[in-house]
């Protein structure tokens, strides 16, 4: 069964870190760019981080840049994002996508989402 399954989400207070974890099963992650996303309550889904294949090039929203760090393990089968200095309008659920161009198709699956709650 093909699934991913994102874990490490909370309660942190501003200032705090936490570190989200994403695990694939029933596929390898090694062939897939992998996305972190996030959907505040009443906002649209807007991406976090991004990390590629092969040499694992990285990009980030512009508000999370020097505060988030995406890495990927291939040999765990897991991508994660370190967040540190998180603020409230970090306050989410956080998604894990992962994508890849086969057969002249996208081909992407999701994560179930983890809450992340920035407050005092």
């Known amino acids: 069964q093909v699934q991913l399954v994102e874990s490490g989400g909370g309660l942190v207070q501003p200032g705090g870190s936490l570190r989200l974890s994403c695990t694939a099963s029933?596929?390898?992650?090694?062939?897939?760019?992998i996305g972190w996303f996030r959907q505040a309550p009443g906002k649209e889904r807007e991406g976090v981080a991004v990390?590629?294949?092969?040499?694992?090039?990285?990009r980030y929203e512009e508000s999370v840049k020097g505060r988030f760090t995406i890495s990927r393990d291939n040999a765990k089968n897991m991508v994660s994002l370190e967040m540190t200095s998180l603020k409230p309008e970090d306050t989410a659920v956080y998604y894990c996508?992962?994508?890849?161009?086969?057969?002249?198709?996208?081909?992407?699956?999701w994560g179930q989402g983890t809450q992340v709650t920035v407050s005092s």
């Open positions: 996508n992962a994508a890849r161009w086969r057969d002249g198709k996208w081909i992407d699956y």
């Open positions: 029933g596929f390898t992650l090694d062939y897939y760019a």
């Open positions: 990390i590629s294949t092969g040499e694992g090039t990285t």
